[in-house]
Nanobody, 114 residues
């Protein structure tokens, strides 16, 4: 079992930045692929970025060059640095841990609006 707790969401103006954090507990963090997903109103949940246990990263085309995923295995935490935010980035952002079974956090709302 893995428990995930996200933090760092909020309201930001277009062009601004936010950093999301996801603290994990309950299992060996380093063996999991960690990811950030988001779900906007009326849309399906989509992958934003992922970071495998082997160190490979993957990004959605819509966030490449603006978002950066990182992980600190010593702190059992994964981060999502979001820069140059756009209104279309508005969504609930979910942390995901995956190794044969997927675990989800409760989500944190990011609103990009002037």
């Amino acid at each position: 079992q893995v428990q995930l707790v996200e933090s760092g969401g909020g309201l930001v103006q277009p062009g601004g930045s936010l950093r999301l954090s996801c603290a994990a507990s309950g299992s060996i963090f380093s063996i999991y692929t960690m990811g950030w997903y988001r779900q906007a109103p009326g849309k399906q949940r989509e992958l934003v970025a992922s970071f495998t246990y082997a160190g490979a990263t993957n990004y959605a085309d819509s966030v490449k060059g603006r978002f950066t995923i990182s992980r600190d295995n010593a702190k059992n935490t994964v981060y999502l640095q979001m820069n140059s935010l756009k209104p279309e980035d508005t969504a609930v952002y979910y942390c995901n841990a995956n190794r044969f079974v997927a675990y989800w956090g409760q989500g944190t709302l990011v609103t990009v609006s002037s």
